[in-house]
């Protein structure tokens, strides 16, 4: 399988390294060729290690069960599969490519980068992300008109409530300029 498992571990352990075989796996590859599991990986003969190549490449053809199995009815083939090595990274970048492609709910998760299989979101998964309160530099000016307020002059309040509506308005129209130009960059 393109591995090399050191000769002094023990069987099943050293099947175990192979990625795409659990512990599971490997204890079900042992018994079919009874093999014991404690025996070392260095210790077994050609025919064993030939053996047990050949039941990983094909399972099925050893009577395993279906579940038992890690890509059961693939999209493509529609056949069940074992995946091992490198095909396992290579088909999973696949799968969550085709959910973008296709415009699916899943896609649009995994491009934000969110929980996709339904989990609560409003504690958990905050890894990531900007999370709590960003640091602004200075504090937030206090109100007129409220205690903390400094002292204005009386031909202030006469200015301010002049250029007040004119000032509103600019920062609105400028609000939702901005709001028209990052829903045409996000639409883009």
Known sequence: MGNDIP???????????IK????????????????NINSYIGNLSDANVQAIE???LDPIAGNF???FLNRRKDIETGTDLHLLTSDIPFTLRNDIERERITASWRGYRHLSGLKVRGQRTRT???KGGAVGVAKGGLAAPAKKGSPGAPAADA???AEDAATAPADTEKKE?????????ATVEKTK
């Open 54 to 56: 050949k039941l990983i």
């Open 124 to 126: 958990s998964g905050r």
């Open 155 to 157: 031909a202030a309040p």
């Open 20 to 35: 795409g075989i659990g512990y599971n796996f490997a204890t079900a590859i042992l018994d079919t060729l009874k093999i």
């Open 7 to 17: 000769g002094e571990r023990k069987s099943i352990v050293g099947l175990t390294q």
């Open 65 to 67: 069960p279906i579940w």
């Open 173 to 181: 129209a400028t609000a939702t300029t901005e709001k028209k130009e």
